[in-house]
């Protein structure tokens, strides 16, 4: 097999990046941490499509249902996937694109001058980013100075990166990956895996991929939504069938601790509603652990990360608001069409009758339908008429979408928010209250 670009090399090992892919569902039967037993129901989402594949408005195939059922482990305590779909399925051409969300990229602008200050990174040490996407985080790298090289699978979005200037292999992450870079002698400085380290089937194959392609001063950077965060906000649109895991600090520490690494510092923020940023490095590198590390596990302890019986009655309300809406004459839109929002568009059962289109600026799902539900997705840059009302589907970047709305909300147009709590949104500085929201 060929590729005609020379900056992206697919490594030269087997598997390659396309027999890594499954296809078939991998149902757990034990823990994908700790090889538990005793996995219990979390959450049960019911048989739901898979939400990033946008079919086309004359696309009258039916859309295969996977199981999308949540599980915890009681002996480590991380949330799981009961069923993985297949990873061809999910991942071949997925549609994603980190640079087109202005918060992300404003985000790795911030994170990337602290990790280099923090780890002491410098000219010419080189960041390797596994699941690269386009390349976004690595520029800010590259910006910096590093020799940068990228890790990702999917069509279309490393071609994006090659087209940065980032060399990319072509490759899901695994052992096998870390192998064969390992022959090439590349050490990476810094390894990253922002929002792709909690989509993989097996997380001891990608741990010990990165390990064998550490150093003693290596830091490996892992972001993602953060499981405490996800329970006190009552984001259940976060569970979609390629996050095979939601972490948090605690199944964390004991998964890297098998491999000889232990977690150096965390770092909490608002992106994507609740994120968090842990490093790592192997327990003999010489940088001091953060006590901070401690008090998070405790306080997911405290916090019991065991109930989400407010999701039902949230989607409840949801749906008993949109048909008030409709009843009234009132027309809603969905502002955005992220794969939590068909999580969440299908778990509450919400169609064309309730929402009349979703509007996007990503090209990959404009002119398409969302998953199951099969609302249309139009061009948000290109309406000829605003609705009274957006459902946030992107509620992640609410603030900046206010702000970006200002017009429409100034206007009297509303959001509605559906998490933590179903609400109406106005402009900020017009609302009583801290955090500028109405009750509806
Ligand atoms: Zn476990």
């Given at each position: 097999?060929?590729?005609?670009?020379?900056?992206?090399?697919?490594?030269?090992?087997?598997?390659?990046?396309?027999?890594?892919?499954?296809?078939?569902?991998?149902?757990?039967?034990?823990?994908?941490?700790?090889?538990?037993?005793?996995?219990?129901?979390?959450?049960?989402l019911?048989?739901q499509?898979?939400g990033n594949?946008?079919?086309?408005?004359?696309?009258?195939?039916?859309?295969?249902?996977?199981?999308m059922?949540?599980?915890?482990?009681?002996?480590?305590?991380?949330?799981?996937?009961?069923?993985?779909?297949?990873?061809?399925?999910?991942?071949?051409?997925?549609?994603y694109?980190?640079?087109?969300?202005?918060?992300?990229?404003?985000?790795?602008?911030?994170?990337?001058?602290?990790?280099?200050?923090?780890?002491?990174?410098?000219?010419?040490?080189?960041?390797?980013?596994?699941?690269?996407?386009?390349?976004?985080?690595?520029?800010?790298?590259?910006?910096?100075?590093?020799?940068?090289?990228?890790?990702?699978?999917?069509?279309?979005?490393?071609?994006?990166?090659?087209?940065?200037?980032?060399?990319?292999?072509?490759?899901?992450?695994?052992?096998?990956?870390?192998?064969?870079?390992?022959?090439?002698?590349?050490?990476?400085?810094?390894?990253?895996?922002?929002a792709?380290?909690?989509?993989?089937?097996?997380?001891?194959?990608?741990?010990?991929?990165?390990?064998?392609?550490?150093?003693?001063?290596?830091?490996?950077?892992?972001?993602?939504v953060?499981?405490?965060?996800l329970?006190?906000r009552n984001q259940f649109d976060h569970f979609y069938h390629e996050h095979?895991?939601v972490?948090?600090?605690?199944?964390?520490?004991?998964?890297?601790?098998?491999?000889?690494?232990?977690?150096?510092?965390?770092?909490?923020?608002?992106?994507h509603g609740?994120?968090?940023?842990?490093?790592?490095?192997?327990?003999?590198?010489?940088?001091?652990?953060?006590?901070?590390?401690?008090?998070?596990?405790?306080?997911?302890?405290?916090?019991?990360?065991?109930?989400?019986?407010?999701?039902?009655?949230?989607?409840?309300?949801?749906?008993?608001?949109?048909?008030?809406?409709?009843?009234?004459?009132?027309?809603?839109?969905a502002?955005g069409a992220p794969v939590k929002g068909s999580t969440l568009l299908n778990f509450c059962?919400?169609?064309?009758?309730?929402?009349?289109?979703a509007?996007?600026?990503?090209?990959?799902?404009?002119?398409?339908?969302m998953p199951?539900?099969?609302?249309?997705?139009?061009?948000?840059?290109?309406?000829?008429?605003?609705?009274?009302?957006?459902l946030v589907l992107t509620w992640n970047f609410?603030?900046?979408?206010?702000?970006?709305?200002?017009?429409?909300?100034?206007?009297?147009?509303?959001?509605?928010?559906p998490v933590?709590?179903?609400?109406?949104?106005?402009?900020?500085?017009?609302?009583?209250?801290?955090?500028?929201?109405?009750?509806?």
């Amino acid at each position: 097999m060929c590729y005609p670009c020379p900056r992206t090399i697919l490594l030269p090992f087997s598997p390659d990046h396309t027999s890594a892919y499954t296809h078939t569902n991998m149902k757990r039967k034990s823990c994908m941490n700790c090889g538990g037993q005793e996995l219990h129901e979390f959450l049960d989402l019911k048989p739901q499509p898979n939400g990033n594949r946008f079919p086309g408005p004359t696309d009258a195939e039916a859309e295969p249902l996977y199981p999308m059922s949540m599980l915890v482990c009681t002996a480590c305590w991380l949330v799981q996937i009961a069923e993985f779909p297949p990873s061809a399925l999910l991942f071949e051409d997925h549609p994603y694109i980190t640079g087109v969300n202005v918060p992300v990229v404003e985000h790795f602008k911030r994170l990337v001058p602290r990790l280099v200050k923090r780890f002491e990174l410098q000219p010419n040490d080189l960041a390797l980013d596994i699941g690269c996407n386009d390349g976004t985080l690595l520029k800010e790298f590259a910006a910096s100075g590093l020799q940068v090289l990228g890790v990702d699978p999917c069509k279309g979005t490393w071609e994006l990166a090659r087209q940065a200037g980032v060399t990319v292999f072509r490759t899901f992450w695994n052992r096998a990956a870390g192998e064969a870079l390992s022959r090439l002698s590349v050490v990476p400085d810094i390894i990253t895996s922002t929002a792709s380290f909690y989509h993989v089937p097996d997380l001891h194959d990608f741990v010990a991929g990165v390990d064998l392609v550490m150093g003693p001063k290596t830091i490996f950077m892992v972001q993602g939504v953060y499981l405490k965060n996800l329970i006190e906000r009552n984001q259940f649109d976060h569970f979609y069938h390629e996050h095979s895991c939601v972490h948090s600090v605690g199944p964390l520490r004991r998964l890297f601790a098998e491999h000889g690494m232990r977690i150096l510092d965390l770092e909490f923020s608002e992106l994507h509603g609740g994120s968090f940023v842990v490093t790592v490095a192997k327990n003999e590198s010489p940088w001091a652990t953060d006590p901070a590390v401690e008090e998070a596990i405790k306080a997911e302890e405290q916090a019991g990360l065991n109930s989400l019986d407010r999701v039902r009655d949230n989607a409840d309300r949801l749906v008993a608001m949109l048909r008030a809406l409709k009843a009234d004459g009132k027309r809603v839109f969905a502002l955005g069409a992220p794969v939590k929002g068909s999580t969440l568009l299908n778990f509450c059962g919400i169609g064309p009758d309730l929402i009349e289109c979703a509007t996007e600026i990503n090209v990959r799902k404009i002119g398409r339908l969302m998953p199951g539900t099969r609302i249309p997705i139009v061009d948000e840059t290109a309406l000829t008429s605003q609705p009274d009302y957006y459902l946030v589907l992107t509620w992640n970047f609410l603030e900046f979408l206010r702000q970006r709305y200002d017009g429409f909300l100034r206007a009297g147009g509303r959001f509605i928010a559906p998490v933590p709590e179903v609400s109406i949104v106005g402009p900020a500085e017009r609302l009583p209250g801290a955090n500028g929201r109405n009750s509806p």
